[in-house]
Nanobody, 125 residues
Framework: QVQLVESGGGLVQAGGSLKLSCAAS????????MAWFRQAPGKEREFVAV????????YYADSMKDRFTISRDNAKSTGYLQMNNLKPEDTAIYYC??????????????????WGQGTQVTVSS
């Protein structure tokens, strides 16, 4: 198993930036692909990005690939989501998730076995 803890959320003005972190503990972090999802009030959980294990191949939701960057530091067992040019519609709880075998359904929350508790991101206009 792996335990995930997100941090780095907060309140930021539109156009600003935030960098979220996802600290992993338990089994070797480099054995897991790691993703970020977000959920705004009254909406379904939405895929943001995923990064694979050793090769660190990345996939993004089309609407976010120009502003968000996912990365990982296996030595620190930590994943990151750099968010630039934030917009009020980016306001949501951001969750990191992990899975040992990444499938073609990587954009679905059901594809992941482990989740963090989430970190709130609020973007003011």
């Amino acid at each position: 198993q792996v335990q995930l803890v997100e941090s780095g959320g907060g309140l930021v003005q539109a156009g600003g930036s935030l960098k979220l972190s996802c600290a992993a503990s338990g089994r070797a972090f480099n054995m897991y692909s790691m993703a970020w999802f977000r959920q705004a009030p009254g909406k379904e959980r939405e895929f943001v990005a995923v990064i694979t294990t050793i090769s660190s191949i990345t996939y993004y939701a089309d609407s976010m690939k120009d502003r968000f960057t996912i990365s990982r530091d296996n030595a620190k067992s930590t994943g990151y989501l750099q968010m630039n040019n934030l917009k009020p519609e980016d306001t949501a709880i951001y969750y990191c998730a992990a899975v040992s075998t990444l499938r073609h359904t990587y954009n679905l929350s059901s594809a992941y076995d482990y989740w963090g508790q989430g970190t709130q991101v609020t973007v003011s206009s």
